[in-house]
Every structure is written in structure tokens, then in C-alpha cells.
């Protein structure tokens, strides 16, 4: 079973930084995603942005400027630095892994959250 372990949430300061890690129990191979949701009490799961195997990462618009993210392939572990943080990024941060095998099939795992609360 793969496993995906968030950590680094906790209270941060309105304009402070945190950074949260994903490690993935499964190796990330090329064409591999790892992404980056967060969600608040009521409203759906928002999409941050996500990396590849091959380090190529892409960042939402909602947050470009302010959260970037990389991934260590020899850690297997993805990270989501945030930046300038706003008391509306307060959520629950996930990670989900998808892979993707030579016949065709996918395979999606998501992580348990990690809590951001941004105070003002």
C-alpha cells in the first residue's frame, strides 16, 4: 500500500513562511505527479499545483508568487514552500500521488493533511 506522510503544518504568523513536506513510500518515476490541494471548512478542495518526476513543477495562478513546489527524488519526499501566507490560506494541506504503469493503469493515493492556521 502506498503510503503519502504530510508534515510541517502547524500556526504560522500572517505574512510568514512554512514549509510542508509529502513523503511517498513509492518511488516517483518519470512521468509521476505528485500534487498539492488544501481545503477549508466549506468550501471543495482547492488545487495548489504539482511536480513531476522529472522536476517539473507547475503552481497554481491562486497562489503563484507565493507557494512553490520541488521535489527530492532521492528522498521520494515533494515540498510545498509557502510564502507571505494570508489567514485565508488557513486549510488542511494534502498531497496526492498518481502513477502511472506501462499498461495503462493509474494508481492515486492521497495523504492524511496536514493543518495550516494562519493567524493575524
Known amino acids: 500500500q502506498v503510503q503519502l506522510v504530510e508534515s510541517g503544518g502547524g500556526l504560522v504568523q500572517a505574512g510568514g513562511s512554512a514549509l510542508l513536506s509529502c513523503a511517498v513510500s513509492q518511488t516517483m518515476d518519470y512521468d509521476d505527479v505528485l500534487a498539492w490541494y488544501r481545503q477549508s471548512p466549506g468550501k471543495q478542495r482547492e488545487f495548489l499545483g504539482s511536480?513531476?518526476?522529472?522536476?517539473?513543477?507547475n503552481v497554481a495562478e491562486s497562489v503563484k508568487g507565493r507557494f512553490a513546489i520541488s521535489l527530492d527524488i532521492i528522498k521520494n519526499t515533494a515540498y510545498l514552500q509557502m510564502t507571505k501566507l494570508k489567514t485565508e490560506d488557513t486549510a488542511v494541506y494534502y498531497c496526492?500521488?498518481?502513477?502511472?504503469?506501462?499498461?495503462?493503469?493509474?494508481?492515486?493515493?492521497w495523504g492524511q493533511g496536514t493543518q495550516v492556521t494562519v493567524a493575524s
Open positions: 496526492k500521488g498518481r502513477w502511472s504503469y506501462n499498461n495503462g493503469d493509474v494508481d492515486e493515493h
Open positions: 511536480v513531476t518526476g522529472s522536476n517539473k513543477a
